[in-house]
């Protein structure tokens, strides 16, 4: 069985250095340098896909860096980054949008933008091809929120804690929200397929590409 | 302890023991499921299937990712903005406001300059280290540089003007050598300094010139609308007594070897100074290529247009007070075609063929 590896784009891969922390901490300029450059790629990956526009988000970004420096002693390494650099870029992109009116009128208030790919080399038979597609065409029209914590779960492979933390809400509703993707997704497919295919195609995960 | 026994695919993907599983093998996980693949064969198909369509899907990778540079400038302007001279300010984006019609002031400065000896070194370290922008104009025409907070420079040719992709601090700080006009949003908690070398000009929002060329024996500061203050950099904690300030139509020269900043009344006429700009550009039913053509004069830029395709066309519009560059922009609005301003020169199409008449 192949074990997926996340690309090194997920904030997930990358582990959180204590002694990079500490440093940056202590007040270290440089290794603040070495910390935007290890975390500003993924944050942009994430960012973009809830904003567009690349100079608005390159704003947000570096405010946040500029926070996180001024903050940096009320901030516990380990755990807590990864989610903690998600949640505030994420507030301050839907903060400024509403803000500046930029907020899109739609049910979630934002988009999300994510699309999928099928890579063939893992099918096995015909049958799993055509679920595949279908399963990637199902998902790429599900609802912003849906779509953000499968990203966030599976892309990003982070726990639940985390992503109620990220979206603001409770654990219990992450696990409610994913079920509702879950569901959103059975029902749009069995508006397509056989039923008993859904039961198949339901394994979903959300692997970076290599 | 969960029944996975009874589980079906769908039950094992929303389980997080199973997800982790997965995605982040650790040898306690691992040791669990392959104890329970041999305790339960009949799910083990339920199993590989969920798991090879799970490897089958990807995320579709961003087109766009971070540049290497657009992250070297994000690390220099957060460092700009963490370093201890800095003064943060909430201010960022500035919101348009209106363009108050300033004196022009030229000062011309003279020969070789002394090398400045800043009272502020940390703003002279902040200066030299990467965190500013430089547009070097090397061509034979005007050149249009337009800054974060929506002021502008008109840049002559051999001139150079180095400034910051954001203006952050309790001033917003430009590099000037050669000769450049500049219209200046107004901001009263954050002055706009021009430095030349050892020249000073301040402004709170005007329109100006600044003239600074390196091998040149003067120094000039032209004041098109507003009021500036000029004064020498080295004595920037008595600017009080030894600045000069220039309303419209004055001027003020420096020369090197006298030492001393004169003031004097600018004879030529200044197109931009309010009164003969309010009558210029308030248009009304005027034809492009006229319009364009006041522009051109008035900022001495040339504006790159389909003269044969749009000059015929007329429009109303109020442009006095404003900016280059919203001038610009409005006149596209008005006859409904876009313009852009790249490397530093402005581009007016059309985007529809229909002619206004």
């Not at chain 1, 942009?44 to 926070?67: A, H, P, T």
């Not at chain 1, 979206?167 to 749009?188: C, D, T």
């Not at chain 2, 910051?164 to 500049?182: I, K, N, Q, W, Y």
């Not at chain 2, 032209?222 to 904690?237: D, H, L």
Request: proline content about 3%; some cysteine.
């Amino acid at each position: 069985m192949r074990l997926p590896t996340p690309s090194t784009n997920t904030l997930h891969s990358i582990q959180t250095d204590t002694a990079l922390w500490n440093a940056v901490v202590a007040g270290d300029e440089l290794s603040y340098t070495k910390f935007i450059q290890r975390y500003a790629k993924p944050l942009f990956n994430y960012g973009y896909r809830l904003c567009v526009d690349r100079d608005f988000l390159k704003d947000c970004i570096q405010d946040l860096f500029v926070d996180i420096w001024n903050r940096r002693e009320n901030i516990v390494v380990g755990e807590q980054f990864k989610w903690y650099l998600f949640k505030s870029l994420r507030n301050s992109i839907l903060r400024e949008q509403a803000k500046l009116g930029r907020q899109q009128p739609l049910p979630d208030g934002y988009h999300f933008l994510v699309e999928f790919d099928v890579e063939h080399r893992q099918i096995v038979s015909e049958m799993e091809q055509e679920l595949i597609i279908k399963v990637k065409q199902t998902l790429d029209h599900l609802p912003a929120r849906q779509k953000e914590i499968l990203y966030l779960r599976y892309f990003e492979s982070l726990s639940f804690i985390d992503i109620s933390q990220i979206m603001g809400i409770s654990k219990q509703s992450s696990h409610n929200l994913l079920q509702k993707a879950y569901q959103s997704f059975r029902e749009k497919w069995e508006l397509v397929g056989e039923p008993s295919v859904a039961f198949i195609s339901l394994a979903i995960f959300f692997i970076a590409d290599n | 302890m969960k029944r996975y026994e009874l589980f079906d695919v769908d039950d094992f993907i929303t389980d997080e023991y199973f997800i982790d599983w997965v995605l982040n093998p650790q040898p306690a996980h691992h040791a669990f499921w392959e104890d329970w693949k041999q305790k339960h064969p009949d799910q083990l198909s339920k199993l590989n299937s969920a798991i090879r369509v799970i490897n089958a899907l990807a995320v579709r990778p961003l087109q766009a990712e971070l540049t290497t540079e657009e992250t070297d400038e994000l690390i220099s302007q957060v460092s700009a903005r963490i370093a201890p001279d800095t003064v943060q300010k909430n201010s960022f984006l500035i919101s348009k406001k209106l363009w108050m019609a300033a004196a022009i002031v030229l000062i011309t400065m003279g020969g070789i300059w002394f090398y400045h000896k800043s009272n502020d070194v940390s703003n002279h370290q902040a200066f030299t280290a990467n965190i500013f922008k430089e547009f070097n104009n090397t061509s034979t025409k005007s050149k249009i540089v337009r800054f974060a907070d929506g002021s502008l420079a008109v840049l002559k040719p051999k001139s150079k003007i180095k400034y910051p992709r954001r203006f952050t601090g309790s001033t917003r700080t430009v590099h000037l050598e050669g000769e450049a006009f500049f219209e200046i949003q107004k901001n009263h908690n954050q002055p706009f300094l021009v430095i030349s070398q050892d020249m000073v000009t301040q402004v709170v929002g005007t329109s100006f010139t600044v003239k600074a060329f390196g091998n040149e024996t003067e120094f000039k500061v032209i004041v098109n609308t507003g009021k500036v203050k000029v004064y020498r950099k080295t004595e920037a904690q008595k600017q009080l007594e030894k600045s000069i300030m220039l309303i419209p139509h004055q001027q003020a020269v420096y020369s090197k070897a006298i030492k001393v900043i004169k003031r004097d009344t600018v004879q030529t006429k200044l197109l931009l100074a309010t009164e003969i700009a309010n009558q210029s550009f308030t248009l009304n039913k005027v034809k492009l290529n006229e319009v364009i053509a006041k522009l051109e004069e008035a900022y001495h830029v040339q504006i790159n247009y389909d003269k044969a395709q749009l000059g015929e066309l007329t429009l109303t519009a109020q442009l006095a007070d404003l900016p280059l560059d919203q001038k610009v922009e409005l006149v596209c609005k008005a006859i409904n075609a876009n313009c852009n301003f790249s490397n530093g020169e402005i581009y007016i199409s059309s985007h529809h063929n229909q002619i206004n008449k």
